[in-house]
C-alpha cells in the first residue's frame, strides 16, 4: 500500500475503502431483503441495492478520471456492520422484531456511508475536483435519502409493531 503523502492520496485511499465497503454492502443486501417480513422494508432494501450498483459504477468512474487503478481496499467498518447485520438474522426474532433490528442494522451502515462520502466529497471540494464532487453528491444524496426512509418506516410504523410483538 503506497503512503499518503498528499490530499490526492487521502482522497483515493478513501474511495479505495468506500467502494470495497459498497461492494460488500451490495452482497449482503439481497439476504438482509430477504429476510424482512414487511413489504416496504422489502422495496426499500431492493431499491437502495440498484442505488448502490450505481454508487459504485460512480466510483469506478471517479477512478478513471482520477486515472488510478480502480480496486478496494478492504473496509473493515463495513466487513463489521454487515457481521452484525448477519447476527440479527440468527437471533430468531419475532417477525416485527426482525424488521425493526433489520432497519437498525441497514442505518448503521447508512451512517458510515454519509460519514465517508460526506468526507471524500469535502476532499474533492477543496481540491477543486468539481465533477467528482458532483458524482460524490450525487451519491450522499441517495444515501441520505434511504436513511430517511429507513428511519420514516421505523418511526411511524415499524418500531411499534416490534413494541407490541415484545
Do not use: W
Amino acid at each position: 500500500m503506497a503512503k499518503t503523502r498528499t490530499m490526492q492520496d487521502l482522497l483515493i485511499g478513501s474511495l479505495r475503502d468506500i467502494y470495497d465497503g459498497e461492494r460488500r454492502s451490495l452482497k449482503a443486501m439481497p439476504k438482509l431483503a430477504r429476510a424482512a417480513t414487511d413489504e416496504r422494508i422489502k422495496q426499500a432494501f431492493e431499491q437502495h441495492q440498484e442505488e448502490t450498483q450505481e454508487q459504485i459504477e460512480r466510483l469506478v468512474q471517479i477512478f478513471e478520471t482520477l486515472d488510478v487503478r480502480v480496486h478496494g481496499s478492504r473496509c473493515q467498518a463495513v466487513e463489521g456492520l454487515i457481521e452484525e447485520a448477519k447476527e440479527v438474522l440468527e437471533m430468531d426474532l419475532p417477525p416485527e422484531l426482525l424488521d425493526a433490528a433489520l432497519i437498525a442494522a441497514q442505518q448503521k451502515i447508512e451512517h458510515y456511508e454519509i460519514a465517508c462520502y460526506g468526507t471524500v466529497h469535502a476532499f474533492a471540494e477543496a481540491m477543486g475536483e468539481t465533477e467528482i464532487a458532483k458524482l460524490l453528491e450525487q451519491t450522499l444524496d441517495e444515501e441520505r435519502s434511504t436513511d430517511e426512509k429507513l428511519n420514516r418506516l421505523a418511526v411511524e410504523d415499524i418500531n411499534q409493531k416490534a413494541l407490541k410483538a415484545a
